[in-house]
């Protein structure tokens, strides 16, 4: 079956640094999604990795390798406003997306 | 106002009623889809459609139906709502022409099914 695994709650320091990881087992790979949705809200597209290696963008960067089936989300000079859920998603070989449960991240001051 | 509309936003029902819910969307896209999410779990597909003539079932299509009335339209039905139907859903859009193929979620519509 396909699998998408990330912890489901993690707690974080405001102005430090925060690595979500996402591992995955799909039928086939297409891509690599990151999500984030506040309480209550819409996810909202952060990033897309097909390729090996690392996307940054300001503050937040994903990285990807494809032979490990695995993903991590980081986040740098976290605020209060990044609390949310922070979606996984892989697309297979069907151009379908898996989704993660998602992992809730907390900030305290 | 958003680009992906949802309504109802909220919707309180009884067991056997049929509910529908609307979307429509005012970017354009071709493909729409509607999921639905339950705490602990990831969003799940319910259906997809890649233009007005193309209606596909996702993974838990059981007990829903879905209408592509225009390009910007696309509305999901419960015929006869029951209990493990409740659930926030999601209509969301995705354009063909980008290379991520990213979704654009509309603003969810929260339903509970007593």
């Known amino acids: 079956g396909q699998n998408i695994d990330q912890p489901t709650e993690m707690t974080a320091t405001e102005g430090a640094i925060v690595q979500i990881n996402c591992t995955y087992q799909t039928s086939g790979f297409n891509g690599l999604f990151w999500y984030q949705q506040h309480a209550g809200e819409a996810p909202t597209f952060l990033s897309y990795?097909?390729l090996d290696g690392l996307e940054e963008k300001g503050r937040f960067s994903s990285f990807l390798s494809r032979s490990k089936g695995y993903s991590y989300l980081l986040l740098k000079e976290l605020q209060m406003k990044d609390s949310a859920s922070y979606l996984c998603a892989v697309r297979d070989s069907n151009y379908q997306l898996i989704w993660g449960a998602g992992t809730k991240l907390i900030i305290k001051p | 106002d958003a680009d992906v509309t949802q309504t109802p936003r909220n919707r309180i029902t009884k067991t056997g009623k049929r509910i529908m819910l609307e979307c429509s969307q005012t970017k354009g896209h071709d493909r729409m889809y509607w999921y639905r999410q339950d705490p602990g779990l990831g969003l799940r597909l319910i259906y997809y459609s890649f233009d007005v003539k193309d209606i596909n079932k996702g993974e838990i299509s059981d007990g829903y139906s879905v209408s592509r009335q225009a390009q910007a339209k696309f509305s999901l039905s419960l015929e006869s709502a029951i209990p493990n139907q409740t659930a926030l859903y999601f209509c969301?859009?995705?354009?063909?022409?980008?290379?991520?193929?990213?979704?654009?979620f509309g603003e969810g519509s929260r339903l509970t099914v007593l």
């Open positions: 969301a859009t995705s354009d063909l022409a980008r290379d991520t193929g990213e979704l654009f």
């Open positions: 990795n097909v």
